[in-house]
């Protein structure tokens, strides 16, 4: 599948926003952190997905009736649902100068997973952070998607190839809406 950016300029997918705080000081730690093992920034990229896959439960997969929708309060809270986890990985690889772009799968609902563009690479590289016992076998690769789920066609479900520069209003909307997990999933889009 061809990738294709929303935004032209390559600078909309460092650019922060609400949702993508890169700015703030616990998305500055959490950089901090990651980069001290993190010679260059293949390896940093490694660490900041392993980071978010593992270290920040998916919030269905913990039972956490939190809504986080900022990257901020992902990585403050460790947790999320896949929208919130893609948020907190995107803005920590922008923060350390990486273009990263949110993406979408539909399968009953609308799933979220990022996509990044290293120095010297050509193309977009997806990546999908879920986690968690339903995105276990997700891996961070360059050479091929290793993805939490696979998309099946004849089901009706759908690898969207647009890369957001920012989070798709129907998501954050959706994010932004819950007062808590349970009204989330009443609420997450069935499409984009």
Partial sequence: MELIQNAPDLAAYLAADDAIDHEHPV???????????????????????????D?????????????????????????GI???????????LRARGIPAALCYQKFEAVHGLIALKLPGRERWVRQDARGGEAGAGAQFR?????????VRPEFNEVDYPVLFAEPHPA???????AVDRPRLAQLLPTAL
């Fill in 27 to 53: 998305v500055r730690r959490t950089v901090a952190t990651l980069s001290a093992d993190a010679p260059d920034a293949y390896a940093y990229a490694e660490a900041a997905f392993t980071y978010v896959r």
């Fill in 55 to 79: 270290a920040i439960p998916h919030s269905v997969d913990s039972g956490d009736p939190r809504v986080t929708w900022r990257a901020s309060d992902v990585l403050e809270t460790r947790t």
């Fill in 82 to 92: 896949c929208y919130a986890k893609s948020h907190a990985l995107v803005a920590l």
């Fill in 142 to 150: 360059l050479d091929r998607e290793q993805l939490a789920f696979t």
């Fill in 171 to 177: 998501v954050l909307q959706c994010l932004r809406d």
